[in-house]
């Protein structure tokens, strides 16, 4: 790395950096490029660097890092892949960004226990390649090939969690740095566990604002003997959320059930050259026995007809639906490029599946009136939907318009008994609506973080104000 | 109620008893039997009496009567079932246990969403007969027909636990009553939450240490089409544990796999008055459709056979199968009655599943080393046994080999990568091993509990000491 000798300015003489640069030499970086790419993850909001970039290399060094920040009383930022929403990798009040990227070693399968251990910047594809000759796979997908520990840090769900669950259900230990740089392990290899608090479940979501996660162990499964997905488009948008309730209250097992508007398949078509109809489309996957797969998909096939959905399109082989769902993935991204040179700001709120169709239609009246460009997609098994605002952060109006509307988003979706986010997490955008969700709860969420963190150097100014 | 002039000479006088007599009347007892009854599990703990019991009937009886308690330094101990297993409602210091036995209410059954919400003083037996008409049911069953709140408040699992999961993914929020009086609802009914730190999980296994949990909101199951159960009978243990590691390890989705070793299938022909083969036994239930059902008990039959299982006695009527399940849950009393006057001394731990038969085949040569009498069960598909040592309390010599064995099983589970109690619960019996397990984490657990009843009033004495 040549940015050992690309000190900015606001950083020569700074006693924290200049106690990193002799423990990690070239490892440290305080160049602008570097830390302004850290500084920021894949929202709207804005950049703020931090005061400089730490690669760790183990669990060890994450801790002599800590050290050194507790001492000068200076923030530890987590850094995964940078890939959140909600702003949770930006350096408020400044600090040292610790980039996990090189703790990306898989340092253990159990395929007979259906478990692993991976250091915390192994990403989920890279897991996955690594699984690929056991027969196993690791489930959650949130989309970006985001870090296993930023996705633990997220408490990170995705297209498959209908299913398979979220982080929360999936994580089964954690190795933790403190924020006195003292080493924790969570949790451990059995399947259940009735010894203690789960300490493993409170640093699952806790993004980076209780201590940084360097090692996580994570639950695996068989992959399936059989795997369909298959594209459907219905009439309007209420046929296919309601096709969507009644095939979870039928409790057929579907792996994915995805929604996207009309005006997604649109952003879609251009971006990923696909030829769908532009209209309110759902797409699945099934897995199981060849059986069980046939049986899912008559079943799926029958409740779509009922609300006004066309045929199916069948994606049977891998690399046709592994380009099914590289386009999913990249709504985000196709979204935007619907108005070049605009940025996202994408949302998501989660409600109980009954109240999904009141929900998702009330919103997109929303959208209609505001005349805002915001493409609904969505995991519409768990009662789970996303607003990708396409927006010019410069047009103040627009702006305003676009806070009003996710903020009606988010009190309706609380209202029916949900939640204000139902993956992207609280950051530093949803910490207003914490407390409207939670209540007298949140004074418990920080009297923890105290207990954790007494000087709020762990990603401050993230889910709550200290 | 005739307890309320049936005062103890102890509690005359008790500013704390006579402020609570004022704002509970009958519903406050000192009665000698009352406070026995309240001071002990069902395991060999001594007896504690608390100074009086408290019957609330509310969430905000209980934030009145734990205010009173704040007020005064007095600890409260909250009273489910009484059916616990490592000493959780015994009043190590006194204080007040609160009997949450009359806030037995349903409050509300969202079918359509497949959650409800109940007062904590509702059994599982309860629920499952309000829930008859539904087509829905609630599959956490631990054996005793115990409280949901305690059952919360434990992290029980049980016989289904292999398939549904235990209370840890079946809670979706809690009422909580805090160390001072403050009440707070955790979680929601959304199917999942990023938003802020997961404190339903913190509170789930939390045994009363932190707060009081006055209400739970659960998820339910549709009660499957099919249903079928059937017992096996082994040449030898070994075997029967292969059968079970081979079973887990095809991803076959049994709802029960139950072990009993000969010891207990002997017990439990006297007990419940069965003809079972004094062998080790595999009990099963499989849930699913016709079709799936009858695939499950193929493939696990030829599981089975191939490790030396004799053929399936298969249960298929409601009635038979209910007797079979209740002769399961009668174990710890017909081990009991295997040596009448004895006390039992349950202890359960739990390992990976590739762990389980080296686990079991040392711990039985441990047993029959030692001349104890202790049969083994397990939900064995979790990797989780128990054992049952049929002891006399008051012979100093058996009670230090019943110690000694207990550790060397424990000590030998974390060896294994395992955990020190699978469901039971650390309580007062399991706190020396907590410590075995965690290590540095249990100051982490100490900071929490201290973040939240910094005066230690909170059923003191149980997990942590402090």
Not at 279 to 290: A, K, W
Not at 367 to 386: C, R, T
């Amino acid at each position: 790395m040549s940015t050992e000798t690309a000190e900015t300015a606001e950083t020569a003489g700074d006693p924290v950096v200049e106690e990193l640069r002799a423990l990690l030499g070239a490892r440290l970086s305080t160049s602008d490029s570097v830390r302004e790419q850290h500084g920021h993850d894949e929202s709207y909001h804005p950049t703020h660097p931090p005061d400089a970039v730490a690669f760790a290399e183990s669990t060890e060094q994450v801790a002599e890092i800590v050290k050194v920040c507790a001492r000068h009383r200076r923030p530890v930022i987590p850094f995964g892949t940078g890939t959140s929403l909600e702003g949770q990798v930006a350096a408020l009040h400044g600090g040292i960004s610790i980039d996990m990227g090189r703790m990306n070693q898989v340092l253990e399968v159990n395929a007979e226990d259906l478990d692993c251990q991976v250091q915390a910047g192994v990403t989920r594809k890279q897991l996955n390649t690594h699984l690929r000759d056991t027969g196993l796979f690791f489930p959650i997908d949130p989309g970006a090939d985001a870090s296993l520990g930023g996705m633990a840090a997220t408490r990170a769900s995705g297209t498959n969690a209908v299913r398979y669950g979220t982080m929360r259900e999936n994580v089964l230990g954690l190795t933790v740095v403190l924020a006195d740089g003292r080493v924790i392990h969570t949790g451990g290899r059995a399947r259940k566990s009735a010894a203690g608090y789960d300490l493993t479940r409170l640093f699952v979501g806790s993004e980076g604002t209780l201590g940084v996660i360097t090692e996580v162990r994570l639950r695996l499964y068989g992959i399936p003997e059989a795997t369909s997905a298959a594209v459907c488009a219905f009439d309007d948008l209420e046929g296919a959320i309601n096709a969507v309730i009644l095939t979870i209250q039928s409790g057929i097992p579907v792996s994915r059930i995805e929604f996207l508007d009309e005006v997604q398949m649109d952003a879609l078509n251009r971006y990923s050259k696909m030829n769908f109809a532009v209209l309110p489309t759902l797409f699945f996957e099934f897995h199981g026995t060849e059986r069980g797969v046939a049986e899912q998909a008559e079943a799926v096939g029958e409740i779509a007809k009922e609300f006004g959905g066309g045929d199916f399109r069948w994606e049977s082989k891998p690399e046709e639906r592994n380009k099914l769902w590289q386009a999913r993935h990249d709504s985000y991204y196709a979204a935007l490029a619907l108005r070049p040179g605009s940025k996202g700001w994408a949302t998501d709120v989660c409600v109980p599946i009954s109240k999904l169709a009141e929900c998702i239609l009330e919103t997109k009246r929303d959208i209609e009136e505001s005349k805002l460009l915001a493409p609904i997609v969505g995991h519409v098994g768990d009662g789970n939907f996303h607003l990708c605002f396409i927006i010019d952060p410069d047009d103040a109006d627009e702006m305003a318009r676009t806070e009003a509307l996710n903020e009606r988003m988010v009190m309706r979706a609380l209202a029916l008994g949900g939640t204000c986010t139902g993956e992207h997490g609280i950051g530093t955008g949803k910490m207003q609506f914490l407390l409207a969700e939670h209540g007298e709860a949140v004074s418990v969420m920080r009297a923890l973080k105290l207990a954790l963190d007494p000087d709020n150097l762990m990603n401050p100014g993230k889910i709550l104000r200290i």
